[in-house]
């Protein structure tokens, strides 16, 4: 209870200290080093057998990708796991762009046989010239680019396929009111992915991974596939099968296929090209993600404001009152109504408040006059569908 200006935050990975400097500037204690904390950042380590302690309240991923952490788990303990969306976005967009001229053109294959004749001297531009043709490929202007999943990284991608000329459909079902303020009007939307599977020269896959999208890629997609595709993967491995995959490939279906997620089956295998999940990887990227991931953080904790997260609801509320009473609980029947009868009995005004549902979870804040009694609290946190209980004061 109480504030959290002495708060502890393990970091895992190298974190920017762009991030980590915001929070040991408002007090925190801030280390590798950090046993039991009150809140984690973390970039791609794989932490999924991770037990949170009784006092973490929340996981903060400097980055748009999450199934490194334990999310069900932490769910169930109410602890918070926070992304960072579109803080990456711009340079995930950028190495897309050079994806697609990989997919298109034998740029690798030319740079590899050019060293094969480092040694021929004079000879060398005849050679250029004769063997320059095996390493041809189309141009991107005026063919059509397929996305699938037009968030932060969708989005920007679809703009920039029309700013090199090329026709473009998006696709997303999920498509959320600040994405598609985000599109060029001419994009075409697809309200279904066979609608444009037919008619896309390349496929860029942007969604992210959830049970729903594990193997989306498959068999079954890519016979309605236009023959001949080039596609590029920037989601995760997973969203596409890699064995139906390579036989589109052995098939002439797929021309080649570019990801940033290499795995054992695709490693080496003709016409496919593997990156070491180089997206994210330049440093205005890392800091802009260490920094969205260090805010999200701080303001739960010291706040109980929640954006971004992927396994709670969004509820932020500006402070009003000297005490804030904040209840993570299961999304059943009478919850916010129990919670204001028990603060009722105490005679303390509420100010404001917010519920906000997702799924089966719930949060609700409370702000009040004044502090509510510990007995309250403990009474509150005794029901069987809340989670987790914090009461913050200034």
């Not at 193997?215 to 993967?233: P, Q």
């Not at 995760?236 to 098939?251: C, G, P, Q, S, T």
């Amino acid at each position: 209870m109480g504030i959290y200006s002495m708060a502890k935050i393990k970091t895992i990975n190298n974190i920017s200290e762009v991030g980590t400097d915001i929070l040991k500037e408002r007090g925190y204690t801030v280390s590798a080093e950090i046993e039991n904390p009150d809140g984690i950042i973390i970039r791609s380590a794989n932490i999924l057998d991770f037990e949170p302690n009784d006092n973490l309240l929340a996981i903060a991923r400097a980055g748009a990708g999450y199934n490194n952490i334990p999310v069900e788990r932490c769910t169930k303990e109410g602890v918070v796991v926070f992304n960072s969306p579109g803080a990456n976005a711009e340079a995930v967009k950028e190495l897309e762009m050079c994806e697609l001229i990989l997919a298109s053109r034998d740029v690798l294959g030319s740079i590899e046989w050019v060293k094969s004749i480092s040694d021929m001297g004079d000879e060398i531009p005849a050679l250029v010239e004769k063997g320059k043709s095996s390493f041809a490929g189309p141009e991107l202007m005026g063919k059509t680019l397929g996305v699938i999943g037009l968030g932060a990284t969708g989005a920007l991608v679809a703009n920039m396929g029309l700013a090199l000329g090329m026709k473009v459909y998006g696709y997303d079902p999920y498509l959320s009111v600040d994405a598609a303020w985000r599109l060029d009007q001419d994009i075409i939307h697809a309200d279904e992915l066979s609608e444009l599977l037919p008619y896309c020269d390349y496929i860029s896959i942007n969604v992210p991974y959830t049970d729903d999208t594990k193997d989306m890629f498959n068999r079954k997609v890519f016979k309605k596939m236009k023959d001949g595709v080039r596609i590029t993967n920037e989601s995760r491995a997973e969203v596409v099968n890699d064995d139906d995959m390579l036989k589109a490939i052995k098939e002439g279906k797929v021309a080649r296929y570019v990801t940033d997620f290499p795995t054992e089956k695709l490693i080496n295998q003709p016409n496919v090209i593997c990156l070491p999940h180089l997206g994210a990887c330049t440093p205005e990227s890392e800091e802009k993600c260490a920094l969205m991931a260090a805010e999200e953080l701080y303001d739960y904790i010291e706040n109980g404001n929640i954006r971004n997260s992927v396994n709670f609801p969004t509820a932020r509320l500006d402070r009003l009152g000297n005490c804030r009473l904040c209840v993570i609980h299961r999304n059943v029947p009478n919850m916010l109504t129990s919670f204001l009868q028990k603060v009722g009995e105490t005679n303390i005004n509420v100010e404001h408040m917010i519920n906000k549902s997702r799924g089966e979870y719930a949060y609700t804040i409370i702000d009040l006059s004044d502090t509510i009694p510990d007995n309250v609290t403990t009474r509150i946190q005794a029901m069987e569908e809340v989670l987790r209980v914090r009461v913050l004061t200034h």
